[in-house]
């Protein structure tokens, strides 16, 4: 499947900004179930210094905005070729040794509520049969709805509050999957929807380490491993390691920031 992904970002500030940086993982790279064919990124009121792979094998983007800058606009335009792999990703890359994502992070420590989903799940010799079922579980207990959790939420504050997003659903998954003794990571990319091309924001979805086979995909929010739909963009720890955007910015006191982004799959001639 060739797929076309056009995402935009556009900050408008209340001040002139004197100074600004921005961290992006917005550059996805070929890997297993998908192959980058074009990426282009087009920036307004904002310069680009540096780039860079992450420990965790994230290319990375080092934008500073212009002195004075009022707006500033990030613009990602680019194909994927991608195939149904079944959501499985294969051994382990990048700098990040396997231990650090067996390790608690502020987002995705389990307490009482994620040792109770623990205690949970139906556990099973095979490791992947026990982690669709932790996922399976997640999406039960914690129901998809926005404007209940944002980005500094946690894995205990979204069990509290039984609603979450894609990124409530993976930090959940986890923390439970540290918890029984499984490596788990964080993934931010983008899903081609079924019933439209426009969206408000991108997708996330967890990765777990599975003996023999690596790495796997678990999309809790849907209830299915990663297709063909999928693009992967960065991996991490948890949402901060993964985050599209990340900085710092010096002059103005607030800011708006509105997303267009389309993912739409493309005809590939014979």
């Known amino acids: 499947m060739r797929l076309a992904v056009d995402h935009t970002t556009h900050y408008v500030f209340s001040g002139p900004v004197s100074r600004g940086l921005q961290r992006l993982r917005l550059r996805p790279k070929s890997s297993s179930g998908q192959r980058v064919l074009e990426w282009n990124m087009h920036f307004e009121g904002a310069q680009l210094q540096v780039e860079y792979d992450d420990p965790n094998c994230n290319h990375v983007s080092l934008i500073s905005f212009d002195p004075g800058v009022q707006e500033v606009t990030i613009r990602c335009v680019g194909l994927v070729d991608t195939n149904d792999e079944s ?29 109770a989903l ?6 099973d010799a095979n490791r992947l049969t026990t982690l669709h079922s932790l996922s399976a579980l997640v999406r039960e207990k914690v129901a998809y709805s926005t404007g209940h959790t944002d ?4 894995a205990e504050g979204v069990l509290a509050a039984g609603h979450g997003v894609c990124q409530d659903h993976a930090h959940v998954f986890i923390g439970a999957a540290r918890a029984l003794g499984i490596p ?24 777990a380490f599975v003996e023999n086979l690596g790495w796997v995909g678990f999309d809790i929010s849907n209830g299915i491993s990663p297709d063909a739909r999928y693009v992967r963009v960065a991996t991490g720890r948890d949402y901060r390691d993964a985050a599209p955007i990340t900085g710092i910015r010096y002059g103005a006191r607030d ?16």
Not at 151 to 154: D, E, S
């Open 118 to 123: 623990v205690a949970a799940v139906e556990q």
């Open 255 to 270: 800011e708006s920031m509105h997303v267009k982004l389309a993912v739409e799959q493309q005809r590939v001639e014979q």
């Open 87 to 115: 959501g499985i990703i294969g051994k382990h890359s990048g700098f990040m040794p396997m231990w650090q994502f067996m390790e608690p992070t502020d987002l995705t420590r389990a307490g009482q509520r994620t040792r």
């Open 184 to 207: 788990a990571r964080y993934v931010s990319g983008y899903l081609m929807m079924d019933d439209r091309v426009q969206q408000d924001a991108g997708h996330a979805w967890a990765e």
């Open 151 to 154: 980005a500094a939420t946690t």
